[in-house]
């Protein structure tokens, strides 16, 4: 069985389909270059943004360190350098002068040592 459908083509139709389809503008493609490094750009950038990502994370992070106090740094120190927790810390009393200089002066280092220290400090 065949079937007759009532479609038709207009006479002339691919005679002229060639001048019609040069005709239609062309869209302008990237040069080659550009596409074949656009691979590349899109991982700098992404690589780019966890940088700027990771220091701003970074930034805050040093930001808290910053208000914690040097005696929680000192702690923490402590613990990680002995992790089986035989050292106890305890607050300390602040260092007379007398006890620096007794401390320097164990040390080795010379009397005027210890006076240039000492006038570093106060002057």
């Known amino acids: 069985m065949t079937k007759k459908t009532d479609i038709s083509v ?5 005679q002229s ?7 239609i503008p062309t869209r302008e493609q990237a040069p080659r270059g550009i596409r074949k490094a656009a691979p590349y750009l ?8 966890l940088v700027l990502m990771g220091n701003a994370v970074l930034r805050q992070t040093a930001v808290q360190a910053q208000e914690s106090s040097d005696w929680d740094y000192v702690s ?3 613990q990680s350098l002995d ?3 035989l050292v106890e810390l305890k607050e ?5 002068d007398d006890e620096i200089v007794s401390y320097l002066l ?3 280092l010379s009397v005027e040592q210890v006076n240039e220290l ?3 400090e106060n002057h």
Request: hydrophobic letters at 40%; zero cysteines.
């Open 17 to 23: 389909l060639q001048t019609r389809l040069s005709t």
């Open 83 to 85: 992790p089986d927790g």
């Open 106 to 108: 164990a040390s080795n």
């Open 76 to 78: 923490y120190l402590a």
């Open 92 to 96: 300390a009393d602040p260092l007379s």
């Open 118 to 120: 000492y006038y570093e």
């Open 10 to 14: 207009p006479e002339g139709h691919f």
């Open 42 to 49: 899109a991982y700098a950038a992404s690589l780019a943004a």
